[in-house]
């Protein structure tokens, strides 16, 4: 158990819908990360949130937005989604902004897109 | 930028054979270096990592890699394969800018290990 949490486990939309997920970062972490793994993309960095700021942004779509808020747990926000965001999307924190200390990932959230 | 490749998709071995799951990466600085885990329906576990200093770097479960610089590789070993080390392994490399970093991770594709009784 890495002391990081995802909510939902599983979730299932269609398409055109929108959808939030949900991450607890490790007690004491301020960065919390937004990965997306897919089978044609591979693992893909979306987002990364250092105390409620955001810090840099990857690959993300428009159509997704993320936020950390002041208890520091962060939300993902899917929209107009589309087949191809099924993915499993996994949120990971550590104490420091960046440097070389650890990720620590989250179970992940398996999204399915009909 | 950054960018890693792990050589092989797959790599399957005998129980008790040497495991070797290769990593070569490109960083215009020195990078900090990762090995993650991944078992089936869970996350990523950290198995180990390269910042600065020693360049054999051991981990958890046996695992060692091993920073060459001048081969920009970082490739991964484990004297003798256990049952439980089939998974996913993942390589993957971060920044080092002078010190600063907003230190997302960039992943290679991935090397799944089969380990045959």
């Known amino acids: 158990d890495s002391g990081v949490t995802q909510t939902p486990k599983h979730l299932i939309t269609a398409t055109g819908q929108r959808v939030t997920l949900r991450c607890s970062p490790r007690?004491?972490?301020?960065?919390v990360y937004w990965y997306q793994q897919s089978l044609d993309q591979g693992l893909q960095f979306l987002i990364q949130?250092?105390?409620?700021?955001?810090?840099a942004k990857g690959n993300i779509l428009e159509r997704f937005s993320a936020q950390q808020f002041p208890d520091l747990h962060s939300e993902l926000n899917l929209s107009s989604l589309e087949l191809g965001d099924s993915a499993l999307y996994f949120c990971?924190?550590?104490?420091?902004?960046?440097?070389?200390?650890?990720?620590?990932f989250g179970p992940g959230t398996r999204l399915t897109v009909l | 930028a950054q960018s890693v490749t792990q050589l092989g998709s797959h790599v399957s071995v005998s129980e008790g054979a040497l495991v070797l799951l290769r990593c070569n990466y490109s960083?215009?600085?020195?990078?900090?270096l990762f090995w993650y885990v991944q078992y089936p329906n869970q996350g990523l576990q950290l198995l180990l990592k390269?910042?600065?200093?020693?360049?054999l770097v051991k981990g958890i479960n046996g695992f060692e890699a091993e920073f060459k610089k001048s081969e920009t590789s970082f490739h991964l070993t484990k004297p003798s394969a256990h049952m439980s080390d089939a998974a996913e392994y993942f390589c993957?490399?971060?920044?080092?800018?002078?010190?600063?970093?907003?230190?997302?991770?960039?992943f290679g594709q991935g090397t799944i290990l089969t380990v045959h009784p």
């Open positions: 990971a924190s550590s104490v420091a902004m960046g440097g070389p200390g650890t990720q620590y």
């Open positions: 007690s004491g972490d301020l960065s």
């Open positions: 949130y250092y105390n409620g700021e955001e810090r």
């Open positions: 960083s215009s600085v020195p990078p900090y």
């Open positions: 390269y910042t600065t200093g020693a360049t």
């Open positions: 993957a490399v971060s920044l080092n800018a002078g010190g600063t970093s907003y230190g997302k991770l960039t």
